[in-house]
């Protein structure tokens, strides 16, 4: 691999705890929400900040595919990543899947369609997830 870019961020305190980049561009309290037995209400926790990173990166796929598609991404374009966490079938530990919602506004069909398709062969999330995860996608 080519390296292109570097970045590190660190954790304390588990789910509920704290997490920051070494720049200190992102730094965030997190909070257990209350499905897994934590307290909820302020902070974030990994699922939404996967969730966050997944839909910006996966955005950013069908932005690079359009361009040398000749294919225009209107600014108004959405990915919407819902993620789910879950206990795994082989009762081992846990395990995530992920839907994600995509809303091409103005774009054709076929285009749509073909920007998701080749997106999903340029995102890093998506190359990183596959046959790991359970990842949908949907045109909205």
């Known amino acids: ?3 292109l870019y570097t970045t590190t961020g660190s954790a304390t305190g588990g789910r509920d705890g704290h997490a920051a980049t070494a720049d200190g561009s992102l730094d965030v ?8 037995g934590g307290p909820g209400g302020e902070g974030t926790n990994p699922e939404q900040l996967f969730a966050c990173g997944y839909s910006a990166c996966f ?6 595919v359009g361009g040398q598609e000749g294919i225009k991404v209107p600014a108004e ?12 079938d082989d009762g081992q530990g846990f ?10 506004p103005g774009v054709e069909s ?13 995102c890093p999330y998506s190359y990183a997830t596959q046959g790991n995860i359970d990842v949908t996608t949907t045109l909205a």
């Open 1 to 3: 691999m080519e390296v």
């Open 59 to 64: 955005l950013g796929a069908m932005q690079f």
């Open 110 to 122: 076929a285009d749509a369609e073909k920007l998701v398709e080749k997106a999903h062969v340029v």
């Open 77 to 88: 374009t959405r990915v919407t990543a819902t993620v789910s966490l879950g206990k795994r």
């Open 95 to 104: 395990a995530i899947g992920v839907d994600l919602s995509v809303e091409l």
């Open 29 to 36: 309290k997190l909070t257990a929400p209350k499905e897994l």
